[in-house]
DNA sequence: GCAAAAGTGTTCATCGTACACCCATGG
DNA sequence: CCATGGGTGTACGATGAACACTTTTGC
């Protein structure tokens, strides 16, 4: 026990402590899917909770912590039991801990929110217990007001993270099919950091991942089959590599990000 | 003061929720200090506690979060209580967040770990409540098995983040006197990063803050009081700038962290 | 004057981008 | 055969590191 109520109470037999707070997890999903315009590609998982300290606002999945289970098992048992995805193989990684006092109505609540990444073609929705609605929404342009307690600045903060990650990191294969082209390589970029990335031809956009040739982590696995669109059908690629390890030098692609450059805030790491 | 027992629980005419963790804050405070060896000049402040929890080792200073306190007041305090630094204005930011079931002897604590920087120059220690020892130890060579509980891991975590954040913002002003030479400012990142980086001459280094002398944020303020010392003296700088803003471009030095490259996790980002 | 540290400018290699060109497919 | 998208190689500009050289101090 800490000072505030006195010093070391039960001093006798190894002082046990008593919980003074509720520990959540929550989960910011992103994924990458087909649409018309670029900008609304990236998209993450919001639901809509039965529950009335949600009100009728959006929220991130997430669930209690069980008292024998680590953040992670906790993180990956929300997603299945809100969205009925198995997440056991997904790339998760904490991302920070929201703890302000009153940010949630029903007590001192401290989430630890988490980023996970997932290929949408292998998952199906499914609606937990408790749940409404379930749905795949666009990451730009969502109003903060719509997202429930401090859950937008846990996006906020998960989009900085994600868009830094994929400079310095190859995350960005957990987000593409198991086979790729180099132009679907480039699209994932170009939605998650900035869409003027398209103008980079193959081999400037190759050139940023020319170690991972080198290496063979990045392999040529045939072509692929032409479904019906006109032009050149692209070389499929396999990645084989740790999506855990980094790059040796962080992608510059200023020219990309140029204009104003909005700030210089990025959230690498918790800020 | 607030009961962790149920103060307010009975309040629940709405869903109320158990408190089901103890919630925690460790803070790791680096600073620099002059030493004869460059690599033990970064120094991480280590504390030795009554508490028979935490055997005879060493650990973090670190406090139970208050009801009504957010996780940034408790880190303060917890230098303030443990250590009797004044940490009102240092640069803190979140680091991750430790909750493996078991890590903890006494519940399940989940503690919200820290980065703290400062100036070594400006403080004092003074051993806290519960504090037998109170001491600066170089962040290099430490055996893990001398920290208790999962601290050494909270320590690597820190280590990488410090590293990284150099590469990437002005943090190591937080580290540096109010006015200082380039070979200081050299220095500190010789001593966090790679000693090898002395190599660089004033000309090359200064390239890498070009960005700042051109908008005024590191500015000359007159030469350094020879101070018994041989060589030409240098001349002495002031940082204006936000600690919090990012560089446009990450710094390369890669020679600099040449040989072998020991591995590619950097923790950036709390992973 | 000499040693030692601070500071400057030039040269060379590296790397990112633009661009001109070639290839494979559908209509 | 031509429009469309995929793919390659070269040239140019920016930037980082090495290095030779100058400046200022203490002894």
């Known amino acids: 026990m800490e000072s505030n109520t006195n010093g070391r109470r039960a001093a006798a037999a190894e002082a046990w402590l008593n919980p003074n707070a ?40 997430g669930v ?16 299945q039991t ?23 109505t029903r007590g001192r609540v401290v989430s630890v929110a988490h980023v996970a990444l997932v290929r949408t073609d292998d998952v199906e929705l499914v609606r937990g217990s408790g749940i409404q609605s379930i749905d795949w929404v666009p990451v730009r342009g969502l109003p903060a007001e719509t997202l429930v307690f401090d859950h937008a600045d846990m996006l906020r903060v998960a989009i ?47 050139k940023a ?29 396999r990645f084989v590599g740790p999506v855990a390890g980094t790059r040796t030098r962080e992608l510059r692609w200023d020219s990309a990000r140029s204009k104003k450059e909005v700030l210089h805030v990025h959230d690498r790491g918790t800020r």
Chains 1, 2 share one sequence.
């Open 209 to 237: 991942f020319s170690a991972l040739f080198a290496t063979d982590t990045l392999v040529p696995v045939g072509h692929r089959a032409t479904a019906g669109k006109v032009g050149r059908p692209g070389e499929l690629y």
């Open 64 to 79: 209690l912590v069980h008292a024998d289970e680590t953040f992670d098992a906790a993180a990956r048992r929300a997603l």
């Open 160 to 206: 900085n993270r994600v868009q830094a990650k994929l400079r310095y990191s190859w995350v960005a294969f957990q987000l593409l099919p198991d086979r790729f082209t180099v132009s679907e390589l480039r699209a994932a970029y170009s939605a998650i950091l900035d869409p003027s990335l398209e103008r980079l031809n193959t081999s400037n956009f190759k």
């Open 82 to 104: 809100k969205a009925g995805l198995d997440a056991r193989d997904w790339y998760l990684e904490q991302l920070g801990t929201f703890g302000d006092p009153g940010r949630d």
């Open 22 to 61: 509720v520990v959540a997890v929550d989960v910011v999903v992103f994924t990458l899917r087909p649409t018309p315009a670029i900008e609304d590609r990236w998209q993450v998982l919001l639901v809509r909770r039965d529950e009335p300290a949600f009100g009728n606002k959006l929220s991130l999945p």
